[in-house]
């Protein structure tokens, strides 16, 4: 229990969050839904709005093939972006559904910290569109794994709802297990890309069991933000130590610096 001890005062907060997120569930079936991301009322169950919808920056052609990220002309297929030319990241392709902006942090919010899974369906859509040729050619869809004590406090692993989804989505393997984190690792907020990048150093890892699973399949890993790409740089590593054939990263949304003045909080 030392474990505990250590995060007490952050497991009443959580206990207290719990008790809001029951009381907001009790509000929920006396008011109609609204919109996560600016709080008006709305039909669907999925919850955005369609002037949010609008405010959101879905990412389209031309875009670098390894980053995903948008590129200002058009090059042409397989144009690459300086940053991935400068800095090879390990994994294939990277794609995302929009950038990283206001919007679509208020939707992210909703979704991991405010007990708002229904979002999830909504972001998974997004991403099976933007990520159709990922999903058509992965055998298993994996997503990046919390450290066991965090997920035990957020009662869910949001990455791993939205692998669901997509998996279950395009009749794809869903692999939840494959991919663990074995160091608990600080939040990657407020820190800058090298120190996020020594945050998650070897923070992944693939039990010898699970190998086989692995072994010379193409990977899909699912994350909700990519933000200085160290995590899912970082997972992409251990699952190809442990054999897998190629590795794909498909997130809701893409932090670009200078693009819609992101910063990831
Ligand atoms: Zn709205």
């Given at each position: 229990?030392?474990?505990?001890?250590?995060?007490?005062?952050?497991?009443?907060?959580?206990?207290?969050?719990?008790?809001?997120?029951?009381?907001?569930?009790?509000?929920?079936?006396?008011?109609?839904?609204?919109?996560?991301?600016?709080?008006?009322?709305?039909?669907?169950?999925?919850?955005?709005?369609?002037?949010?919808?609008?405010?959101?920056?879905f990412i389209e052609a031309p875009f670098c093939a390894r980053l995903g990220r948008p590129l200002r002309y058009d090059l042409g297929a397989g144009a690459l972006s300086a940053e991935a030319i400068a800095d090879p990241p390990?994994f294939t392709r990277q794609r995302a559904?929009?950038l990283?902006?206001?919007?679509?942090?208020?939707?992210?919010?909703?979704?991991?910290?405010?007990?708002?899974?229904?979002?999830?369906?909504?972001?998974?859509?997004?991403?099976?569109?933007s990520g159709k040729a990922l999903?058509?050619?992965?055998?298993?869809?994996?997503?990046?794994?919390?450290?066991?004590?965090?997920?035990?406090?957020?009662?869910?692993?949001?990455?791993?709802?939205?692998?669901?989804?997509?998996?279950?989505?395009?009749?794809?393997?869903?692999?939840?297990?494959?991919?663990?984190?074995?160091?608990?690792?600080?939040?990657?907020?407020?820190?800058?890309?090298?120190?996020?990048?020594?945050?998650?150093?070897?923070?992944?890892?693939?039990?010898?069991?699970?190998?086989?699973?692995?072994?010379?399949?193409?990977?899909?890993?699912?994350?909700?933000?990519v933000?200085?790409g160290?995590?899912?740089?970082?997972?992409?590593?251990?699952?190809?130590?442990?054999?897998?054939?190629?590795?794909d990263v498909?997130?809701?949304?893409l932090?670009v610096?200078g693009e819609?003045?992101?910063?990831?909080?």
């Amino acid at each position: 229990m030392l474990v505990f001890m250590d995060h007490g005062s952050g497991l009443i907060t959580e206990r207290l969050n719990r008790a809001g997120r029951l009381a907001g569930r009790v509000a929920d079936l006396l008011l109609p839904p609204t919109c996560p991301a600016c709080g008006v009322p709305t039909g669907g169950p999925d919850g955005v709005c369609a002037a949010c919808f609008r405010r959101l920056s879905f990412i389209e052609a031309p875009f670098c093939a390894r980053l995903g990220r948008p590129l200002r002309y058009d090059l042409g297929a397989g144009a690459l972006s300086a940053e991935a030319i400068a800095d090879p990241p390990p994994f294939t392709r990277q794609r995302a559904a929009v950038l990283y902006n206001e919007t679509a942090g208020r939707i992210v919010h909703g979704f991991k910290y405010r007990d708002r899974p229904e979002l999830g369906a909504f972001m998974a859509r997004a991403m099976a569109r933007s990520g159709k040729a990922l999903l058509d050619e992965a055998d298993l869809v994996v997503p990046v794994p919390m450290h066991r004590l965090r997920l035990f406090l957020r009662r869910y692993n949001q990455s791993a709802l939205l692998a669901k989804t997509l998996a279950h989505g395009s009749e794809r393997t869903y692999a939840p297990l494959v991919l663990k984190r074995t160091r608990r690792t600080r939040r990657q907020v407020g820190l800058d890309q090298k120190a996020r990048a020594a945050n998650v150093k070897r923070a992944f890892s693939v039990s010898m069991k699970d190998r086989p699973v692995l072994a010379g399949r193409r990977v899909l890993l699912v994350d909700d933000v990519v933000t200085s790409g160290a995590t899912v740089r970082e997972a992409t590593k251990a699952l190809l130590r442990a054999g897998a054939l190629a590795v794909d990263v498909l997130a809701f949304a893409l932090v670009v610096p200078g693009e819609e003045g992101a910063l990831y909080a």
